[in-house]
């Protein structure tokens, strides 16, 4: 978990982990607040659905009003 993370960020540098902070944090808030999940199992699947609704379908303002994988289709497409 935190271990891969850690070894992708240079060191003492705060911002390199300023995304997935946010990401953790939103995730938590529409997924795990003010909600109970009696297994492990059932917990993960939640998480699993969850990231790939964050990625497919949820759009962001500050990707120009795109989900995350259209933005980086479209960004990709601009560099080639």
């Not at 939640?46 to 949820?58: L, Q, T």
Request: glycine share 2%; with cysteine; hydrophobic share 35%.
């Amino acid at each position: 978990g935190n271990r891969i993370f850690q070894s992708m960020s240079r060191r003492a540098t705060c911002l390199d982990n300023a995304p997935m902070e946010s990401f953790f944090h939103t995730m938590k808030v529409e997924l795990y607040h003010n909600k109970e999940y009696t297994t492990q199992e059932e917990l993960v699947n939640a998480m699993i659905s969850w990231i790939s609704y964050y990625n497919n379908e949820r759009i962001k303002v500050k990707l120009k009003g795109k989900t995350p994988v259209e933005y980086r289709h479209l960004a990709l497409r601009n560099i080639v």
